[in-house]
């Protein structure tokens, strides 16, 4: 069975800097998904960024990124220019190939500092 | 694209009461999925459908959990004889019926509160 581990409960940073969610996951399988989601205060689950393994570039969205490492099974979220706004609880979450459900980490809870 | 919608937001109910939560995902969106999460932790895998078809269910979703979509498009989640430890967010999300890895729209949740 698939897991995702988020060994950082919390964590803070002053805005306009720059912060790396740490997430390693278990899987067997050669192809699959990896999702970064995002759970502000108003409990609305949104998407940051996606992943597919078999793509061995880091993928991006604005000022978020990712540090994908496929053999260390190690995906993390790096969010350049923190903003306010991106105070959040965050998810990593992995999809098998055939699709289906999402396995969710514990989550990291953000703080985004003035 | 209306979102994914769920009824209520909040319910609150006595111990050994049932309830009943609804979801309406995205129209043209084949797969449903439900999710329980309790206040600090990721969301839990409950079941999954695809159109009226229900193709997984966890070993969380016990004999007293029941999820239908009977015409392949709203959902319905029922918890009958509630216990306390049924309190959580109960979310719905659905996905458009084209290749895997396809990300899930979220709906907002129904908290509920067993007393």
């Known amino acids: 069975a698939q897991t995702v581990t988020q060994s950082q409960p919390e964590m803070s940073v002053q805005e306009a800097e720059t912060v790396t969610l740490s997430c390693t996951y278990d899987?067997?399988?050669?192809?699959?998904?990896l999702f970064w989601y995002k759970q502000p205060p108003s409990r609305q689950m949104i998407l940051v960024i996606r992943?597919?393994?078999?793509?061995?570039q880091n993928a991006t969205e604005n000022r978020f990124s990712v540090n994908f490492q496929k053999a260390a099974k190690s995906f993390s979220l790096k969010i350049s220019d923190s903003q306010l706004g991106d105070t959040a609880m965050y998810f990593c979450?992995?999809?098998?190939?055939?699709?289906?459900?999402?396995?969710f980490g514990q989550g990291t809870e953000l703080s985004v500092k003035p | 694209d209306t979102g994914v919608s769920q009824n209520p937001r909040h319910k609150i109910t006595k111990r050994g009461q049932n309830v009943t939560f609804r979801c309406d995902p995205i129209?043209?969106?084949?797969?449903l999925y439900w999710y329980r999460q309790t206040l600090g932790q990721g969301p839990e895998f409950l079941t999954y459908?695809?159109?009226?078809?229900?193709?997984?269910k966890s070993r969380l979703l016990s004999d007293r959990f029941s999820a239908e979509r009977p015409k392949g498009s709203f959902s319905t989640l029922e918890i009958q004889r509630t216990e306390q430890g049924d309190s959580a967010m109960y979310l719905c999300?659905?996905?458009?019926?084209?290749?895997?890895?396809?990300?899930?729209?979220f709906g907002s949740g129904t908290q509920l509160s067993v007393l």
């Open positions: 999300a659905s996905s458009p019926p084209v290749r895997a890895g396809e990300k899930l729209f």
């Open positions: 899987t067997s399988e050669n192809n699959y998904y």
């Open positions: 992943q597919e393994a078999y793509k061995q």
């Open positions: 979450a992995f999809m098998n190939n055939q699709g289906g459900k999402l396995i």
């Open positions: 129209s043209e969106h084949n797969r």
């Open positions: 459908f695809q159109n009226e078809a229900q193709l997984e």
